[in-house]
Protein backbone atom coordinates (compact mmCIF):
# COMPACT_ATOMS: atom_id res chain seq x y z
CA UNK A 1 0.00 0.00 0.00
CA UNK A 2 1.43 3.41 -0.59
CA UNK A 3 1.60 7.25 -0.09
CA UNK A 4 -1.35 7.72 -2.40
CA UNK A 5 -3.72 5.16 -0.26
CA UNK A 6 -2.79 7.32 2.63
CA UNK A 7 -4.96 9.90 4.68
CA UNK A 8 -2.30 12.84 4.84
CA UNK A 9 -2.98 14.21 8.53
CA UNK A 10 -1.25 17.91 8.31
CA UNK A 11 -0.17 18.86 11.54
CA UNK A 12 1.82 16.81 14.61
CA UNK A 13 0.37 18.89 16.91
CA UNK A 14 -1.71 16.99 19.76
CA UNK A 15 -4.81 17.63 17.68
CA UNK A 16 -3.18 15.96 14.47
CA UNK A 17 -1.01 13.04 16.68
CA UNK A 18 -4.38 12.03 18.36
CA UNK A 19 -6.13 11.76 15.23
CA UNK A 20 -3.38 9.80 13.13
CA UNK A 21 -3.30 7.87 15.94
CA UNK A 22 -7.30 6.91 16.26
CA UNK A 23 -6.85 6.22 12.42
CA UNK A 24 -4.38 3.53 12.34
CA UNK A 25 -6.41 2.39 15.82
CA UNK A 26 -9.19 1.65 12.99
CA UNK A 27 -6.54 0.27 10.39
CA UNK A 28 -6.63 3.37 8.07
CA UNK A 29 -2.98 4.38 5.81
CA UNK A 30 -1.58 7.36 7.67
CA UNK A 31 1.46 9.92 6.89
CA UNK A 32 1.89 12.55 9.56
CA UNK A 33 2.94 16.03 7.99
CA UNK A 34 4.94 18.89 9.89
CA UNK A 35 7.84 20.76 9.45
CA UNK A 36 8.32 19.80 13.15
CA UNK A 37 8.92 16.86 15.25
CA UNK A 38 5.62 15.44 16.48
CA UNK A 39 4.72 18.03 19.03
CA UNK A 40 7.72 20.73 19.54
CA UNK A 41 6.08 22.79 17.02
CA UNK A 42 2.57 25.70 17.39
CA UNK A 43 1.13 25.71 20.65
CA UNK A 44 1.23 22.26 21.79
CA UNK A 45 5.17 22.40 22.62
CA UNK A 46 3.71 25.01 25.35
CA UNK A 47 0.67 24.36 26.80
CA UNK A 48 -0.26 24.64 30.03
CA UNK A 49 -0.94 20.83 30.64
CA UNK A 50 -4.22 21.12 32.30
CA UNK A 51 -7.14 19.05 31.03
CA UNK A 52 -9.85 22.00 30.80
CA UNK A 53 -12.93 19.65 31.66
CA UNK A 54 -14.80 22.60 33.28
CA UNK A 55 -14.41 25.02 30.84
CA UNK A 56 -17.71 23.92 28.45
CA UNK A 57 -18.60 27.94 28.40
CA UNK A 58 -16.97 29.60 25.22
CA UNK A 59 -15.32 32.57 26.08
CA UNK A 60 -17.01 35.37 24.18
CA UNK A 61 -20.07 36.90 26.27
CA UNK A 62 -21.76 40.36 26.81
CA UNK A 63 -19.81 41.03 30.49
CA UNK A 64 -16.19 40.14 28.18
CA UNK A 65 -17.30 42.30 26.07
CA UNK A 66 -17.91 45.35 27.84
CA UNK A 67 -15.53 44.48 30.45
CA UNK A 68 -12.65 43.56 28.20
CA UNK A 69 -10.81 46.50 28.86
CA UNK A 70 -9.82 45.62 32.80
CA UNK A 71 -8.21 42.59 31.58
CA UNK A 72 -5.54 44.54 28.96
CA UNK A 73 -2.00 44.33 29.25
CA UNK A 74 -1.32 47.72 30.06
CA UNK A 75 -3.18 48.11 32.94
CA UNK A 76 -2.24 44.27 34.60
CA UNK A 77 -4.22 41.59 32.59
CA UNK A 78 -3.32 38.79 30.74
CA UNK A 79 -4.81 40.52 27.11
CA UNK A 80 -2.68 41.78 24.59
CA UNK A 81 -4.04 43.55 21.43
CA UNK A 82 -0.99 45.64 19.83
CA UNK A 83 -2.49 48.72 18.43
CA UNK A 84 -0.89 48.15 15.17
CA UNK A 85 -2.98 45.30 14.37
CA UNK A 86 -6.41 46.67 15.06
CA UNK A 87 -7.21 46.87 11.46
CA UNK A 88 -6.41 43.95 10.52
CA UNK A 89 -8.04 42.21 14.27
CA UNK A 90 -11.14 44.71 14.12
CA UNK A 91 -13.37 41.81 11.37
CA UNK A 92 -13.00 39.44 13.97
CA UNK A 93 -13.30 41.21 16.58
CA UNK A 94 -16.82 41.93 15.09
CA UNK A 95 -17.36 38.53 14.89
CA UNK A 96 -16.08 37.71 18.53
CA UNK A 97 -18.97 40.53 19.57
CA UNK A 98 -21.81 38.93 17.49
CA UNK A 99 -20.85 35.47 19.70
CA UNK A 100 -21.15 37.26 22.55
CA UNK A 101 -24.92 37.50 22.47
CA UNK A 102 -25.26 33.62 21.29
CA UNK A 103 -23.36 32.11 24.19
CA UNK A 104 -25.66 30.14 25.80
CA UNK A 105 -26.76 28.23 22.35
CA UNK A 106 -22.87 28.14 21.78
CA UNK A 107 -22.56 26.59 25.01
CA UNK A 108 -25.14 23.76 24.22
CA UNK A 109 -22.87 22.51 21.51
CA UNK A 110 -19.58 23.26 22.78
CA UNK A 111 -20.27 21.50 26.51
CA UNK A 112 -20.58 17.75 25.26
CA UNK A 113 -16.84 18.03 23.83
CA UNK A 114 -15.37 19.27 26.80
CA UNK A 115 -17.30 17.41 29.44
CA UNK A 116 -15.86 13.39 28.65
CA UNK A 117 -11.82 15.21 28.46
CA UNK A 118 -10.52 13.40 30.98
CA UNK A 119 -12.01 10.29 30.61
CA UNK A 120 -11.11 10.33 27.20
CA UNK A 121 -7.67 11.04 27.91
CA UNK A 122 -7.36 8.21 30.22
CA UNK A 123 -8.68 6.00 27.64
CA UNK A 124 -6.31 7.17 25.23
CA UNK A 125 -3.52 6.81 26.80
CA UNK A 126 -3.83 3.15 28.40
CA UNK A 127 -4.54 2.32 24.47
CA UNK A 128 -1.02 3.67 23.86
CA UNK A 129 0.49 2.29 26.95
CA UNK A 130 1.08 5.67 28.26
CA UNK A 131 -1.12 5.88 31.00
CA UNK A 132 1.78 6.94 33.43
CA UNK A 133 1.08 10.64 31.88
CA UNK A 134 -2.16 11.60 33.42
CA UNK A 135 -3.38 12.45 36.21
CA UNK A 136 -6.97 12.80 37.26
CA UNK A 137 -6.94 14.15 40.57
CA UNK A 138 -8.49 17.42 39.20
CA UNK A 139 -6.96 21.29 40.16
CA UNK A 140 -7.79 24.23 42.12
CA UNK A 141 -9.03 27.49 41.91
CA UNK A 142 -7.76 30.47 44.21
CA UNK A 143 -8.06 33.85 45.04
CA UNK A 144 -5.76 35.98 47.01
CA UNK A 145 -7.60 39.29 47.83
CA UNK A 146 -10.03 40.26 50.50
CA UNK A 147 -13.23 39.90 47.56
CA UNK A 148 -11.49 36.00 46.79
CA UNK A 149 -14.25 34.30 49.43
CA UNK A 150 -17.35 36.51 47.53
CA UNK A 151 -15.61 35.81 44.01
CA UNK A 152 -15.35 32.00 44.71
CA UNK A 153 -18.66 31.53 45.81
CA UNK A 154 -19.80 32.93 42.29
CA UNK A 155 -17.91 31.00 40.36
CA UNK A 156 -19.31 27.76 42.22
CA UNK A 157 -22.72 29.03 41.71
CA UNK A 158 -21.74 29.16 37.63
CA UNK A 159 -20.32 26.10 37.67
CA UNK A 160 -23.38 25.02 39.80
CA UNK A 161 -25.49 26.12 36.65
CA UNK A 162 -23.07 24.79 34.03
CA UNK A 163 -23.30 21.46 35.74
CA UNK A 164 -19.22 21.27 36.80
CA UNK A 165 -19.05 19.69 39.99
CA UNK A 166 -16.86 21.65 42.81
CA UNK A 167 -16.03 22.24 46.34
CA UNK A 168 -14.13 23.98 48.30
CA UNK A 169 -10.71 23.85 48.52
CA UNK A 170 -9.36 21.79 50.98
CA UNK A 171 -7.61 23.52 54.40
CA UNK A 172 -4.33 21.94 53.67
CA UNK A 173 -3.74 23.58 50.00
CA UNK A 174 -5.22 26.91 51.18
CA UNK A 175 -2.63 26.95 53.71
CA UNK A 176 0.29 26.24 51.35
CA UNK A 177 -0.67 28.62 48.76
CA UNK A 178 -1.09 31.53 51.62
CA UNK A 179 2.00 30.10 53.02
CA UNK A 180 3.96 30.72 49.93
CA UNK A 181 2.49 33.98 49.18
CA UNK A 182 2.96 35.60 52.59
CA UNK A 183 -0.63 36.57 52.99
CA UNK A 184 -3.68 35.27 55.47
CA UNK A 185 -6.20 36.05 52.88
CA UNK A 186 -7.31 33.29 50.45
CA UNK A 187 -10.28 31.32 49.12
CA UNK A 188 -10.31 28.23 47.13
CA UNK A 189 -12.44 25.98 44.99
CA UNK A 190 -11.07 22.54 43.92
CA UNK A 191 -12.45 21.09 40.51
CA UNK A 192 -12.27 17.39 41.15
CA UNK A 193 -13.01 15.91 37.50
CA UNK A 194 -10.33 17.51 35.68
CA UNK A 195 -6.98 16.57 35.32
CA UNK A 196 -3.46 17.13 33.84
CA UNK A 197 -0.23 15.90 32.13
CA UNK A 198 3.14 15.21 33.10
CA UNK A 199 4.64 15.80 29.53
CA UNK A 200 2.42 17.64 26.91
CA UNK A 201 5.18 17.51 24.06
CA UNK A 202 5.72 13.75 25.65
CA UNK A 203 2.31 12.85 25.07
CA UNK A 204 2.22 13.74 21.55
CA UNK A 205 5.27 11.55 21.03
CA UNK A 206 3.69 8.80 22.07
CA UNK A 207 0.34 8.87 20.53
CA UNK A 208 3.05 9.26 17.45
CA UNK A 209 4.80 6.23 18.30
CA UNK A 210 1.78 4.08 18.63
CA UNK A 211 0.52 5.23 15.28
CA UNK A 212 4.24 4.57 13.82
CA UNK A 213 3.93 1.11 14.90
CA UNK A 214 0.66 0.47 13.29
CA UNK A 215 1.86 1.40 10.05
CA UNK A 216 1.95 5.18 10.05
CA UNK A 217 4.55 7.30 8.27
CA UNK A 218 5.63 11.14 9.75
CA UNK A 219 7.05 13.33 7.38
CA UNK A 220 9.28 16.38 8.04
CA UNK A 221 7.51 18.20 5.47
CA UNK A 222 5.10 21.80 5.32
CA UNK A 223 1.85 21.27 3.38
CA UNK A 224 1.65 24.48 1.58
CA UNK A 225 -1.37 23.69 -0.57
CA UNK A 226 -3.95 21.03 -1.02
CA UNK A 227 -6.02 20.74 -4.47
CA UNK A 228 -8.33 17.96 -5.91
CA UNK A 229 -6.77 15.73 -8.75
CA UNK A 230 -9.82 13.38 -9.16
CA UNK A 231 -10.71 11.14 -6.62
CA UNK A 232 -6.85 11.85 -4.90
CA UNK A 233 -5.93 15.24 -2.87
CA UNK A 234 -2.53 16.64 -4.37
CA UNK A 235 -0.42 17.95 -1.75
CA UNK A 236 2.44 20.81 -2.69
CA UNK A 237 4.79 20.63 0.03
CA UNK A 238 8.62 22.51 0.32
CA UNK A 239 9.35 18.68 -0.77
CA UNK A 240 7.67 18.47 -3.95
CA UNK A 241 4.34 16.52 -4.60
CA UNK A 242 2.47 14.30 -2.94
CA UNK A 243 -0.77 12.13 -3.76
CA UNK A 244 -3.20 10.98 -1.25
CA UNK A 245 -6.43 9.60 -0.67
CA UNK A 246 -7.46 12.17 1.83
CA UNK A 247 -6.26 14.79 3.80
CA UNK A 248 -6.97 16.06 7.30
CA UNK A 249 -6.16 19.67 8.39
CA UNK A 250 -4.88 20.05 11.52
CA UNK A 251 -2.30 22.75 11.17
CA UNK A 252 -2.82 25.16 13.77
CA UNK A 253 -2.74 28.80 12.99
CA UNK A 254 -1.58 27.87 9.72
CA UNK A 255 -4.61 25.99 8.38
CA UNK A 256 -6.48 28.85 6.71
CA UNK A 257 -4.28 28.99 3.71
CA UNK A 258 -4.76 24.84 3.20
CA UNK A 259 -8.45 25.62 3.17
CA UNK A 260 -8.86 28.71 0.94
CA UNK A 261 -8.73 27.13 -2.23
CA UNK A 262 -11.88 24.89 -1.32
CA UNK A 263 -13.81 28.03 -0.67
CA UNK A 264 -13.83 27.87 2.76
CA UNK A 265 -12.89 30.64 5.48
CA UNK A 266 -10.98 29.85 8.36
CA UNK A 267 -10.86 33.27 10.34
CA UNK A 268 -8.11 32.37 12.64
CA UNK A 269 -6.07 34.56 15.02
CA UNK A 270 -2.99 33.79 16.79
CA UNK A 271 -3.26 34.20 20.31
CA UNK A 272 -0.19 33.73 22.19
CA UNK A 273 0.54 32.20 25.26
CA UNK A 274 4.06 32.73 27.13
CA UNK A 275 5.17 30.04 29.69
CA UNK A 276 8.10 30.03 32.10
CA UNK A 277 9.49 26.70 34.04
CA UNK A 278 10.58 26.23 37.40
CA UNK A 279 13.18 23.06 36.56
CA UNK A 280 13.18 20.66 40.68
CA UNK A 281 10.57 23.21 41.78
CA UNK A 282 8.49 21.44 44.35
CA UNK A 283 4.93 21.55 44.04
CA UNK A 284 2.47 23.28 46.15
CA UNK A 285 -0.28 20.49 44.99
CA UNK A 286 0.04 17.77 43.14
CA UNK A 287 -2.56 19.34 40.65
CA UNK A 288 -2.42 22.36 38.70
CA UNK A 289 -2.74 25.71 41.00
CA UNK A 290 -5.09 28.95 39.27
CA UNK A 291 -4.17 32.07 40.80
CA UNK A 292 -7.66 33.97 39.26
CA UNK A 293 -6.46 37.26 40.37
CA UNK A 294 -3.40 36.93 37.93
CA UNK A 295 -4.50 34.87 35.33
CA UNK A 296 -1.76 32.42 36.03
CA UNK A 297 -2.17 28.04 36.06
CA UNK A 298 1.17 26.57 37.56
CA UNK A 299 1.20 22.84 36.60
CA UNK A 300 3.12 20.11 38.52
CA UNK A 301 4.70 18.23 35.02
CA UNK A 302 7.50 15.73 34.98
CA UNK A 303 10.64 17.21 37.70
CA UNK A 304 9.42 20.65 36.81
CA UNK A 305 6.91 23.25 37.34
CA UNK A 306 5.26 25.44 34.08
CA UNK A 307 3.47 28.55 35.09
CA UNK A 308 1.37 29.93 31.97
CA UNK A 309 -0.35 33.12 31.05
CA UNK A 310 -1.16 35.78 28.66
CA UNK A 311 -3.57 36.01 25.53
CA UNK A 312 -1.25 38.18 23.05
CA UNK A 313 -2.79 38.69 19.45
CA UNK A 314 -0.03 38.68 17.55
CA UNK A 315 1.43 37.53 14.37
CA UNK A 316 2.56 33.61 15.07
CA UNK A 317 6.47 34.73 13.64
CA UNK A 318 7.01 37.76 15.68
CA UNK A 319 8.80 38.35 18.59
CA UNK A 320 8.57 37.54 21.86
CA UNK A 321 7.63 40.36 24.30
CA UNK A 322 10.23 40.42 26.72
CA UNK A 323 7.77 41.95 28.92
CA UNK A 324 5.63 39.47 29.71
CA UNK A 325 8.03 36.32 31.00
CA UNK A 326 9.94 39.29 33.08
CA UNK A 327 6.07 40.24 34.67
CA UNK A 328 5.22 36.34 35.00
CA UNK A 329 8.53 35.53 36.53
CA UNK A 330 8.25 39.01 38.90
CA UNK A 331 4.74 37.31 39.80
CA UNK A 332 5.55 33.86 40.69
CA UNK A 333 8.27 35.28 42.84
CA UNK A 334 5.39 37.28 44.59
CA UNK A 335 3.64 34.37 44.97
CA UNK A 336 6.48 32.26 46.56
CA UNK A 337 7.98 30.61 44.09
CA UNK A 338 11.44 30.36 42.95
CA UNK A 339 12.32 31.89 39.67
CA UNK A 340 15.17 34.02 38.36
CA UNK A 341 15.64 35.25 34.97
CA UNK A 342 17.57 31.73 34.20
CA UNK A 343 14.08 30.28 34.06
CA UNK A 344 13.54 28.84 30.64
CA UNK A 345 10.76 30.68 28.54
CA UNK A 346 8.32 29.85 25.57
CA UNK A 347 6.18 31.80 23.48
CA UNK A 348 3.66 30.29 20.85
CA UNK A 349 0.53 30.71 18.98
CA UNK A 350 -3.07 29.28 19.93
CA UNK A 351 -5.16 29.13 17.02
CA UNK A 352 -8.69 31.10 17.73
CA UNK A 353 -11.75 31.37 15.55
CA UNK A 354 -13.47 34.34 16.85
CA UNK A 355 -16.85 32.51 18.59
CA UNK A 356 -14.58 30.24 20.46
CA UNK A 357 -15.53 26.72 18.95
CA UNK A 358 -13.24 24.59 17.42
CA UNK A 359 -13.76 24.14 13.42
CA UNK A 360 -14.71 20.04 12.64
CA UNK A 361 -15.86 18.87 9.35
CA UNK A 362 -15.53 18.12 6.05
CA UNK A 363 -14.90 21.11 2.90
CA UNK A 364 -18.03 20.67 0.51
CA UNK A 365 -18.30 18.93 -2.40
CA UNK A 366 -16.81 15.71 -3.42
CA UNK A 367 -12.86 16.11 -2.25
CA UNK A 368 -11.68 14.39 0.72
CA UNK A 369 -10.68 17.33 2.76
CA UNK A 370 -10.79 17.47 6.47
CA UNK A 371 -10.57 19.78 8.83
CA UNK A 372 -9.64 20.19 12.98
CA UNK A 373 -8.87 23.07 13.93
CA UNK A 374 -9.34 26.03 16.13
CA UNK A 375 -9.32 24.57 19.25
CA UNK A 376 -8.41 28.11 21.03
CA UNK A 377 -6.95 27.65 25.09
CA UNK A 378 -8.30 23.91 24.65
CA UNK A 379 -6.20 21.65 22.03
CA UNK A 380 -4.70 19.46 24.66
CA UNK A 381 -8.52 18.92 26.37
CA UNK A 382 -10.45 18.13 23.25
CA UNK A 383 -7.57 16.29 21.43
CA UNK A 384 -8.96 12.96 21.91
CA UNK A 385 -12.84 13.61 21.42
CA UNK A 386 -12.02 15.86 18.22
CA UNK A 387 -9.91 13.04 16.74
CA UNK A 388 -13.23 10.46 16.83
CA UNK A 389 -15.18 12.80 15.74
CA UNK A 390 -12.74 12.80 12.49
CA UNK A 391 -12.10 9.63 12.01
CA UNK A 392 -16.43 9.09 12.14
CA UNK A 393 -16.65 11.76 9.39
CA UNK A 394 -13.27 9.76 7.27
CA UNK A 395 -15.43 6.79 8.00
CA UNK A 396 -18.62 8.01 6.33
CA UNK A 397 -20.45 7.28 10.16
CA UNK A 398 -22.56 9.24 12.09
CA UNK A 399 -20.32 10.95 14.63
CA UNK A 400 -20.91 10.68 18.58
CA UNK A 401 -21.99 14.16 18.88
CA UNK A 402 -23.69 16.80 16.12
CA UNK A 403 -20.38 18.57 14.58
CA UNK A 404 -22.76 20.70 12.27
CA UNK A 405 -22.70 23.83 14.56
CA UNK A 406 -18.70 23.26 13.97
CA UNK A 407 -18.78 23.57 10.22
CA UNK A 408 -16.71 26.56 9.26
CA UNK A 409 -19.58 27.65 6.79
CA UNK A 410 -20.64 29.69 9.36
CA UNK A 411 -18.23 32.28 8.81
CA UNK A 412 -19.20 32.29 4.71
Request: positive net charge; hydrophobic residues 45%; aromatic residues 8%.
Amino acid sequence: MGEQDSVAVIGAGVVGCAIAWSLTREGWPVMLADPAEPGAGGASFGNAGHLGAELVEPLPSPALLFGFWRQLFVFGGALDIPWRRLPQFAPWAWRFAAASFRQRANTRQFAPLVRPAAAAWERTLREVGSRALLRRNGHHQVWLTPAGARKAAAEARRMERLGVPTAPASPELLRAVARAAGTDTIAGLEFPDTGHVLDPRGVCEALARAAVARGASVRRLRVLELAPRGDRIELRTDAGTLTVSAAIVCAGVWSTPLLAHFGLRAPLEAVRGYHVELPGHAPLADAPVVYMDDDIVVTPLASRLRATSYMEFSVPEAAPDPRKPARLAATLRRLGYRCDSGNSGWVGPRPVLPDYLPGIGRVPGAARVFYAIGHHHLGLTLAPVTAELIVALVAGREPEHDVRGFDLRRFG
